[in-house]
């Protein structure tokens, strides 16, 4: 399998994440199950990736299979290389080094945070663990950042608990928490989905901004393209436990090279313009074991499949600054690009 | 906030105490039955020694009065007198509750110690250990207090004859002796409900998503044990004990007989047979107010443990 | 199931249990006493000499009648309760809050003794009493189900097609509480079992000569100390193994009901 680096930019830099090959099984009613079906990725120093799909993709299992989160029968194959060092193979101390290096963003902030223990417990607990700072460093660094994410009154709101903020403010506080360790890399999962649409853009903002500052690398998990693209350098579309395109974001989001990538960014509903219905893609998500064999796993819901795309899967191959999983691809290019009304 | 809560918890306790003496006290009194007839032990009275006991134990004041009399008299310690014994109830107690309170207070730590104890191992590790904590559990829950008594007593006493079968001995460590035993019976099959729970409370934690935070974020696995999986279950854990040992007090009464120990409870039995109604009101009514109030101090505990419950009161 | 099979059982033996006792139950031989098993008398004789296999099966009746009545009784008015309360709402539901609060005062055990010192000692008063403390724990578990219910969408779809309240409670909310109901019934017929027999074992319940496992407990536990310990310990063991059927029962019909009503 190629890597997956894009041959124009970075192309001498080493990347911070590569991830090789990776295969996730999980026991589903007694039976293993594919969910992961050979994901290749690479995310840079200070980069930001996208990855996108709708549920039963595997995009969160993506981001839980690199941070070693995955459930107990969980089989895995593949490789995973933080900064040169194999992640798969971690256990014990170096698994938690692993741990301070890498920080996860989560989507349900209320569910993820202790109820029972305030925020300012919660915020340097990390940073305590692992002996990185005293208690009033940690303190301070928590004031710090409760300021950089929009919170004001910090003082006290260490010495409230959970229950007293709303989401949105519990989302800030996980993302400064996340900081607070200097993490080298984000993996947020879809971190905006539990709240509304204003809170949303805001958290976004907030969350561009400051990775942008501490130069953190973000890998940004949504089933939102458009908002995807807004925020990341490259983005990466899944399907079926499987990567179909990633590309510069700018690039995918004018002109998506593979069929579902083209679809997703006709779904959603334009502010500029009307139409009579709305756009969906036909069919049902699907996930990596739910889809047919030895065919293209898109095929049944592409509107461009031919009889090739049903005898054999195509792989990722290289095509205008990115890379894309379909054997129409080529040809398709310049009706994918008029695909709006 | 935590005033006021504690000041409705308050008031809410002495309603309820308040309610339950009523309760008691009405229902023996609507009790059929001639109190005369018991006093003077079958034996036929002449009108003025009728009379004479009819005004020393105010038997044909109106009932309130009668409810108000008594509620005062038990407030300033007095009970009553005790029909059968011709003396007053409050020290018949007082000369009893200590041994109940021993067998309760030695019941108790055996409860949280074994209870609490299985059921952290029975959450924290898998396999054979759990499993062998689920099958214990399950069977000591069904057995009931006086059928494990007389197990014990086969055994230990009959059998082996490790410990005595009566009394409650003297002096510190031949009561702790005397009293093992029942103490075993009393906690056996409450401390399987607080072993299940606290494994069933340990093993939602571990599963609980902010324990998957913690993990991530690289914590050790002691620290993680100790800061969010103990302290969130401590929760229902410290309920759950509360609640199982405000119980203990009534079932002691089973246990107490089985023993022949000369407690709270035996004689509450005794008093009911005989129907000597100031006993049974004055014992009832302290076990009453020991339950309520352990109850309600369960409350607090729970309140002061689960910062969330101070937003559902305001 | 084994579980349902041992229920069965008892509730079998619970009907024919005095009619096919080998011997009569309550013919007491002195001489007899403590005797072990001999032909005949299977499991040999109990303290005042009578044969104790006769009284085990005899003693059936009373052993599961008496939590049958519990079990029916705080049922019927644990539902009552509940689901007037839960359809009300407001100050009705406040108020039945209060007086199960003050009903929960009460352990069930305190309860009977009042009981039986006001009406007398006998298994009546212990029933009365125990269904009386059983209720609350009912009527809470099923108060926060029809709650449940009563926030469902149907519900108030029949509400706007003009079904009356108490339609909508007996057709529709109730038989959708069954499973719980059932669930519950089970597991409290498993409790108020070792409540009356405990009470029984006290002196308050069935009296003697009256076959019944918890008295029998009692009457025969002279023995467990000169070593005739079987009488008593059989007798145990009978509430025991039912009472494990029960609660195992219990447990699985609550986990079904749980599953189907998601």
Not at chain 1, 26 to 31: A, C
Not at chain 1, 73 to 82: H, I, L, M, N
Not at chain 3, 94 to 115: C, H, N, Q, R, T
Not at chain 3, 240 to 255: D, M, P, S, T
Request: aromatic share 6%; glycine share 8%; hydrophobic share 50%.
């Amino acid at each position: 399998m190629s890597s997956t680096q894009t041959p124009s930019e970075n192309g001498t830099r080493p990347s911070l994440l590569e991830v090789t090959d990776l295969v996730v099984k999980l026991p589903v009613e007694g039976q293993m199950r594919t969910v992961l079906d050979g994901i290749n990725l690479s995310i840079h120093h200070g980069e930001s990736v996208g990855l996108v799909g709708e549920s039963g993709s595997g995009k969160s299992m993506t981001a839980k299979a690199i941070d070693r989160l995955l459930p107990p029968g969980a089989q895995v194959t593949g490789s995973v290389r933080f900064d040169g060092t194999e992640v798969l193979s971690l256990a014990g101390e170096p698994l938690r080094r692993f741990r301070r290096d890498v920080a996860m963003v989560f989507q349900d902030p209320r569910a993820h945070i202790n109820p029972v223990r305030r925020i300012g417990d919660f915020m340097t607990e990390a940073a305590l663990a692992h002996n990185l700072m005293s208690r009033s460093a940690a303190t301070k660094r928590a004031l710090e950042l409760l300021d950089a994410v929009g919170i004001n009154d910090g003082p006290r709101r260490l010495r409230q608990y959970p229950y007293e903020l709303s989401g949105g403010m519990l989302q800030r506080v996980m993302i400064a928490s996340a900081l607070l360790t200097d993490p080298r890399l984000i993996l947020a999962d879809e971190p905006t989905t539990a709240l509304d649409v204003t809170t949303q853009s805001e958290v976004m903002a907030i969350l561009d901004d400051l990775r942008r500052h501490y130069e953190v690398a973000l890998l940004f998990i949504t089933h939102d393209l458009e908002l995807a693209s807004a925020v990341c350098d490259r983005t990466a579309v899944m399907y079926a436990g499987q990567i179909v395109e990633i590309r510069s974001s700018e690039l995918l989001h004018d002109d998506p090279l593979h069929p579902y990538s083209a679809a997703l960014a006709a779904a959603r509903p334009r502010i500029d313009a009307t139409s009579v219905r709305l756009r969906a893609v036909p069919g049902m998500p699907l996930s990596s074991f739910e889809a047919p064999v030895g065919e293209c796993s898109f095929a049944p819901r592409c509107s461009f499949a031919i009889d090739d795309c049903r005898t054999h899967r195509p792989e990722l191959t290289p095509l205008a600054g990115g890379l894309v999983r379909c054997s129409r691809a080529e040809d398709l290019r310049s009706t994918l690009a008029v695909v709006d009304d | 906030m935590r005033w006021r809560f504690l000041a409705l918890r308050g008031a809410r306790l002495v309603v309820t105490l308040l309610v339950s003496s009523f309760v008691i006290f009405s229902s023996l009194y609507l009790s059929p039955g001639n109190p005369i007839a018991t006093l003077s032990g079958g034996k036929s009275l002449s009108p003025q020694a009728i009379a004479a006991l009819e005004e020393r134990f105010h038997l044909n004041d109106p009932f309130f009065t009668r409810y108000f009399r008594w509620l005062w008299g038990v407030l300033h310690g007095d009970f009553g007198i005790s029909i059968a014994l011709r003396s007053e109830v409050s020290s018949l107690i007082a000369a009893r509750i200590w041994t109940t309170l021993a067998l309760v207070a030695y019941a108790s730590l055996l409860i949280l110690v074994i209870g609490i104890g299985l059921g952290l191992i029975g959450g924290l590790k898998s396999g054979w250990l759990d499993t062998g904590v689920l099958a214990v559990t399950a069977i000591s829950a069904a057995i009931p207090a006086f059928v494990t008594a007389i197990g014990l007593l086969m055994l230990f006493v009959a059998t082996l004859g490790w410990f005595p079968g009566f009394g409650d001995g003297d002096g510190f460590t031949d009561t702790v002796r005397h009293l093992t035993l029942p103490a075993i019976a009393l906690a056996l099959s409450s401390l399987a409900i607080v072993a299940r729970i606290t494994r069933s409370a340990i093993r939602a934690e571990l599963r609980s998503e902010h324990v998957v935070t913690a993990v991530s974020r690289g914590i050790q696995p002691a620290a993680i044990v100790r800061r969010h999986v103990l302290r969130n279950a401590a929760i229902p854990i410290v309920t759950v004990s509360g609640v199982t040992i405000a119980s203990l007090f009534a079932i002691a009464a089973v246990v107490e007989r089985a023993f022949t120990i000369n407690g709270l409870g035996a004689y509450l039995v005794k008093a009911a047979t005989s129907k000597d109604f100031a006993v049974v009101q004055g014992i009832s009514l302290v076990i009453v107010v020991v339950f309520v109030v352990l109850n309600a101090l369960v409350d607090v505990m729970y309140a002061l443990l689960d910062p969330r419950s101070r937003m559902r009161r305001s | 199931m084994v579980c349902a099979v041992v229920i069965a059982l008892a509730a079998l033996l619970a009907v024919v249990g005095p009619w096919i006792a080998p011997h009569n139950p309550e013919a007491a031989n002195g001489a007899d006493a403590w005797v072990g098993s001999v032909p005949g008398h299977l499991l040999g004789f109990d303290a005042v000499g009578r044969d104790l296999l006769s009284r085990l099966l005899a003693g059936a009746r009373t052993s599961m009648l008496g939590p049958l009545i519990v079990v029916l009784a705080s049922v019927m008015s644990g539902t009552l309760i509940a689901i007037v309360s839960a359809w009300r709402g407001g100050r009705v539901d406040a108020a039945i809050g209060s007086v199960i609060d003050i009903v929960f005062a009460f352990p069930g055990i305190l309860l009977a003794i009042l009981a039986t010192t006001v009406l007398g000692v006998g298994l009546s008063a212990a029933v009365v009493a125990l269904a009386i403390a059983y209720t609350p724990f009912l009527a809470r578990v099923l108060r926060s189900a029809a709650l449940i219910e009563r926030g469902l969408p149907y519900v108030a779809a029949l509400e706007v097609q003009g079904a009356s309240s108490f339609t909508i409670c007996v057709r529709h909310i109730l038989p959708n509480l069954a499973p719980i109901v059932v669930a519950q019934a089970t597991t409290i017929f498993g409790y108020a079992m070792v409540d009356l027999a405990a009470i029984s074992f006290l002196g308050l319940g069935v009296q003697p000569p009256t076959p019944d496992w918890g008295v029998m407990v009692n009457e025969n536990q002279s023995g467990v100390l000169q070593g005739y310990y079987q009488p008593s310990l059989i007798a145990g063991l009978c509430i025991v193994i039912v009472v494990v059927a029960f609660n195992i029962l219990g447990e699985r019909l609550y986990e079904q009901a749980q599953v189907r009503g998601r």
